[in-house]
């Protein structure tokens, strides 16, 4: 039995609506906790499928993990003890329900010199190599095999090096932090990604006794020390989840106030809704969104940050879908990243897409429709287009939303909208 979100159109949303940590910053932090046998506390934890499959693979290698309620806040003070490994294997079925779980293999190799996964493999946005993370972990020392699937990797010490990205990669970036960190000597990561959840895991292994600097530029430094301890930790807030909250406000004609926030974050977001109509006042972690009549078309090109995130690519062409006026999109990131698309045409959507591009024709009204999330943020965007269209639209697929959106339709609910959760 699947859940369904059901959503009837032609609410204009309004009040206020707190956006919950980053799943982005999460996911990395929880495999660094394993790098001290020390207590780590992450606060204000959003429950999301991902987070929660993340901690089924740190119990599987040995940590304690426990998971406590926040009051009535619809997020979670995770606790993370590594006292000790047991296993240094990921097992595969859960390497396969979470990519993430790659970073664990630069942290094994700091904490216990060997580290065993499953290939992430591709995923429907495309194909997703791990390359760079191989050789950056290479580059420190360590030995790494593929047998097939499976990724074995052994270290019996890792040391600093001078590392460039041939492409600035988050992930990569990251395991190669994790891994650096307890390495001899000075490790240098030029063209690396700079991503604010970078700039945050940077602050999070600092305050466990780590020397690093530079992350949020293009190269960062990390003198290695001899050990880490353990650390409390507020991860920075969701700029994806909080820009999809945007774009609701925006397809609605609606008056939304985004809480927990850092609008520096969604820098380029906000230029593009302004772009459509929209007027926004940025304050401190909050901004305040208000649309009135139907947007202007906006083009978007997807670049690595400061640039135009991937991941607001989707929300954003549901808005782009009523328009007035042709948008052209780009997708440098991924090379299938529009499975939103389909979806969209079938409430009306007048989309054409050759490659990586797509020109999206608005159209004036949307029409309900039984549609389907291929993915994550895919499946956002088709939720923020039955906000909009006329009747009732139903979205099936919702697991997909549910691993980075943490409780999505009670947030959109609380500003009005009228959307539920049903079993199929
Ligand atoms: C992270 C985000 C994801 C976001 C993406 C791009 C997390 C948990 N996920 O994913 O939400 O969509 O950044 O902003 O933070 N690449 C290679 N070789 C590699 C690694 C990456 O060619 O070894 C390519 C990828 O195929 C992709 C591009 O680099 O085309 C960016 O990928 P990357 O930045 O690594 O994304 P993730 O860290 O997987």
């Known amino acids: 039995m699947r859940d369904l979100l059901i959503i009837e159109g032609g609410v204009r949303l309004a009040g206020t609506v707190r956006a919950s940590s980053a799943k982005n910053a999460v996911l990395p932090m929880m495999a660094a906790s394993i790098l001290t046998g ?44 590594c006292r000790s490994l047991s296993s240094h294997v990921v097992p595969a079925d859960l ?27 591709g995923c429907s946005i495309g194909h997703r190599p791990i390359d760079l993370h191989l050789q950056g972990l290479r580059d420190l020392g360590a030995k790494i095999e593929e047998h097939g699937s499976r990724i074995e990797a052994e270290a019996r010490e890792l040391h600093g090096s001078d ?17 650096a960190v307890l390495a001899t000597g000075t490790t240098l990561i ?51 989840e909080a820009g999809t909250l945007m774009v609701a406000a925006a397809i609605t004609s609606g008056q939304v106030e985004v809480s927990n926030c850092v609008p520096d974050h969604l820098r380029t977001l906000i230029d593009k809704l302004r772009q459509a109509g929209c007027t926004i006042e940025e304050g401190d972690r909050r901004v305040f969104v208000e ?60 989309i054409s897409i050759t490659g990586q591009r797509a020109f999206v024709h608005g159209v004036e009204r949307l029409r309900g429709a039984a549609v389907r999330a291929h993915d994550l943020r895919a499946g956002a965007a088709l939720v923020l287009a039955g906000l909009v269209a006329d009747g009732v639209t139903t979205v099936s697929g919702i697991e997909h939303i549910d691993r ?21």
Request: aromatic share 4%; glycine share 10%; net charge negative.
């Open 291 to 350: 649309m009135d009549g139907r947007p202007r078309a906006v083009d978007c090109v997807t670049l690595p940050y400061p640039g135009f995130p991937t991941d607001l690519q989707p929300p954003l062409m549901s808005l782009a879908a009523i328009a007035d006026g042709t948008s052209a999109f780009l997708e440098t990131i991924y090379e299938q990243r529009f499975n939103q698309a389909e979806g969209l045409q079938r409430m009306g959507a007048d």
């Open 38 to 81: 020390e207590e780590c506390v992450l606060r204000d934890v959003p429950r999301l499928r991902d987070v929660g499959v993340m901690g089924q693979i740190l119990s599987s290698l040995g940590a304690e993990v426990r998971t406590e309620a926040v009051g009535d806040r619809s997020s979670a003070t995770l606790t993370i003890v």
């Open 190 to 240: 030029r063209n690396a990604a700079r991503e604010p959840e970078i700039v945050d895991l940077q602050n999070m292994l600092n305050l466990m006794g780590a020397s690093i600097s530079g992350a949020g530029g293009e190269a960062i430094r990390i003198e290695g020390v001899r050990r880490l301890h353990g650390v409390s930790y507020v991860p920075i807030p969701d700029r994806i």
């Open 95 to 121: 390497m396969g329900e979470v990519r993430s779980s790659i970073f664990l293999m630069g942290a094994l190799l700091a904490r216990n010199g060997r580290a065993d996964l499953a290939y992430p493999g």
């Open 163 to 179: 590392i460039r990205l041939t492409l600035p990669s988050v992930g990569a970036t990251e395991n190669i932090m994790m891994a």
């Open 404 to 424: 980075g959106y943490d409780g999505l339709e009670t947030k959109l609910a609380s500003l009005g909208a009228s959307v539920r959760r049903a079993c199929a």
